[in-house]
């Protein structure tokens, strides 16, 4: 059974940091994607970064360019989302995803975590 598991969520104060963890577990991740997506209140989720299980390719929107980092631990299944630099506008809840390229050429994320809570305080 697969499984991704989110954690490091919590409350930080503007200009602070945290770091999400997703740790994968069930099934070989090789040729997969683990992406991070986000849910504001109200609002749909939304993709925010993705790196490849091998870690060659990364991918960020504009919001988060700069002051996020992903990055892979494949020794531990883990992907990792430094968070710096946070600001209001990011408080939503955080979701892992893992998929694989589809046929029409994009990723289709079939694996999802529960989600962690982050809040930035003003």
């Known amino acids: 059974q697969v499984q991704l598991v989110e954690s490091g969520g919590g409350l930080a104060q503007t200009g602070g940091s945290l770091r999400l963890s997703c740790t994968a577990s069930g099934r070989s991740f090789e040729n997969y994607a683990v992406a991070w997506f986000r849910q504001a209140p109200g609002k749909d989720k939304k993709y925010i970064a993705a790196i490849t299980w091998s870690a060659d390719m990364t991918d960020y929107i504009d919001a988060v360019k700069g002051r996020f980092t992903i990055s892979v631990d494949s020794a531990k299944n883990t992907v990792f989302l430094q968070m710096n630099s946070l600001k209001p506008e990011d408080t939503a809840v955080y979701y892992c995803?893992?998929?694989?390229?589809?046929?029409?050429?994009?990723?289709?994320?079939?694996?999802w975590g529960q989600g962690t809570q982050v809040t930035v305080s003003s």
């Open positions: 995803a893992a998929g694989t390229i589809g046929s029409g050429g994009g990723y289709e994320y079939l694996y």
